[in-house]
């Protein structure tokens, strides 16, 4: 089977390259901090000292880093001229959706296909093959790459057309609805404990009725658990990151979202109380302690 | 079979009064405009004259009206003597919590047991039994009315223990959730069409996934179709109604619900600017007119 490029084994990284492994795929690994891949060279990946290192003529590459910064310093030239014409870059990060516009006609130049497909999961989501995909970009690499996505992290790939930043646009609306949730079950238990009725019953009867989704059932779970730091699977820093994409994009774009805004100033709140261990589900402290509540 | 008074044969008790006779009770039927309920009589209903002339001695009435204002005028010292020691009142309205409990403490003074059991269901879903009802009162009281609740509309009851107010706190916190829903994905949908992605895709994908739940699956639909006019079954004057009730009782319990502000704003504009017909998923209009959307 095809040896891929795995460029990022943070959280969400990690457990993707494993399941890549465990489908009998070649992994060739690099991470900034190469410490944190040590456990996967045990696994069979082979560990590498640069972007490009991970890569071959015409082959595929997987990225999944922290922000914008960091995509845009790993899919430069190198990258993008060891990769050659055939070649794809499958570009798993949640950036900007101008930041894949501006790198797919970069890669375009020499030959390369830039495809988006930012990840829907939890790490522990994405271990089980249970995230969602969504992809933008040229249909042959899209059709090319869709079996990694399933053996990585995907039971589910939505495509959203031949522009890369399409992907990028969905991602950031399905992190803001998120955030969006986040507040209304907090507003809504706040005011549950503040008339003393029961939180737990609330959100019994909302998540297995109206909102009996995954995003209310565990999120609305954490809160009334007030399970808001520890081993933050998606911290609130990275959090607060999409959120200002989210603002940055309706800006451009000319969208007045004040919900965005209320949840961004939420989560800055957060940071602002030095709570750097913080899941991003701590935005719900918010409406808790405004309303005088632990 | 029991006779049970039923008041109130609105767009939502139309259809329950018509499934309680369909499941052998006789219904003894006051509606303010009598025109309204004359076909109930077809199908077996008794009409009467005033809220009291429904009921009988240690029995049962159902109502199920607009506001505060028309509980409280129905919900008088007629009705609760002509129910007597043993009777029961089902208060299925939308009203506030505080409402609740005054209209409790009158009852009982009486013998008559006050239950709050608030609807949570389109009339559509009502007539299929698939509601779901939230109480709370007295345990025995709760106990006897159970399969009335469930041959009227109701797949699922949640019981909020006894105090009378707590369901109604329960009614409102959905019914703001649903709002909050709507205006999540309208700033969605917007940001979507703004940024060239097709919303319906944007729909598909967050409705068949994280938020595959009744909730954004059919108010979603009706937002990317701009089913705003028409035929409301839940109309947006009687939406506003319940969003004054949740910052009402929020601003009592001092529970600072900025969410709530929000969405209360943008059903205010849609009345504001007379589209009598509305149905409440119009809130949604506010963000797409804002972002210059039609």
């Given at each position: 089977?095809?040896t891929?490029?795995?460029?990022?084994?943070?959280?969400?990284?990690?457990?993707?390259?494993?399941?890549?492994l465990?489908?009998g795929?070649?992994?060739?690994?690099?991470?900034?901090?190469?410490?944190k891949?040590?456990?996967?060279?045990?696994?069979?990946?082979?560990?590498?000292?640069s972007?490009?290192?991970?890569?071959?003529?015409?082959?595929?590459?997987?990225?999944?880093?922290?922000?914008?910064k960091?995509?845009?310093?790993?899919?430069?030239?190198?990258?993008?001229?060891?990769?050659?014409?055939?070649g794809i870059?499958?570009?798993?990060?949640?950036?900007?959706?101008?930041?894949?516009?501006?790198?797919?006609?970069?890669?375009?130049?020499?030959?390369?296909?830039?495809?988006?497909?930012?990840?829907?999961?939890?790490?522990?989501?994405?271990?089980?093959k249970?995230?969602?995909?969504?992809?933008?970009?040229?249909?042959?690499?899209?059709?090319?790459?869709?079996?990694?996505?399933?053996?990585?992290?995907?039971?589910?790939?939505?495509?959203?057309?031949?522009?890369?930043?399409?992907?990028?646009?969905?991602?950031?609306?399905?992190?803001?609805?998120i955030?969006?949730?986040?507040?209304?079950?907090?507003?809504?238990?706040?005011?549950?404990?503040?008339?003393?009725?029961?939180?737990?019953?609330?959100?019994?009867?909302?998540t297995?009725?109206?909102?009996?989704?995954?995003?209310f059932?565990?999120?609305?779970?954490?809160?009334?658990?007030?399970?808001?730091?520890?081993?933050p699977?998606?911290?609130?820093a990275?959090?607060?990151?999409?959120?200002?994409l989210?603002?940055?994009?309706?800006?451009?774009?000319?969208?007045?979202?004040?919900?965005?805004?209320?949840?961004?100033s939420?989560?800055?709140?957060?940071?602002?109380?030095?709570?750097?261990?913080?899941?991003?589900?701590?935005?719900?402290?918010?409406?808790?302690?405004?309303?005088?509540?632990?």
């Open positions: 089977m095809e891929i490029g795995f460029i990022g084994t943070g959280n969400l990284g990690y457990p993707i390259v494993e399941n890549l465990k489908a795929y070649g992994v060739s690994v690099y991470n900034r901090t190469r410490e891949a040590l456990p996967l060279q045990q696994l069979g990946a082979v560990l590498v000292n972007p490009a290192e991970a890569v071959v003529q015409g082959g595929i590459v997987m990225s999944l880093v922290s922000d914008d960091a995509i845009i310093a790993i899919a430069g030239d190198a990258l993008v001229k060891a990769l050659g014409a055939g870059h499958v570009s798993m990060s949640t950036i900007s959706p101008d930041t894949s516009r501006i790198l797919a006609a970069h890669h375009l130049e020499e030959g390369v296909q830039y495809v988006a497909a930012p990840v829907f999961a939890r790490p522990e989501a994405a271990a089980a249970v995230g969602t995909a969504v992809i933008s970009g040229n249909d042959a690499a899209k059709a090319r790459i869709r079996p990694l996505l399933e053996a990585g992290f995907a039971k589910n790939i939505f495509d959203l057309g031949d522009d890369a930043g399409s992907a990028n646009v969905l991602k950031l609306i399905g992190n803001f609805m955030a969006g949730a986040i507040e209304m079950m907090a507003e809504s238990f706040a005011l549950a404990e503040k008339n003393k009725v029961d939180p737990r019953v609330v959100y019994e009867m909302l297995t009725t109206l909102f009996a989704s995954p995003i059932r565990n999120y609305g779970a954490m809160i009334v658990d007030r399970k808001f730091t520890g081993d699977s998606f911290s609130a990275l959090g607060l990151k999409d959120l200002n989210v603002l940055e994009t309706a800006a451009r774009s000319y969208t007045p979202m004040p919900l965005a805004q209320l949840v961004q939420r989560l800055t709140t957060v940071l602002a109380k030095d709570t750097k261990d913080a899941d991003w589900i701590a935005l719900a402290m918010g409406a808790l302690e405004d309303a005088g509540l632990k």
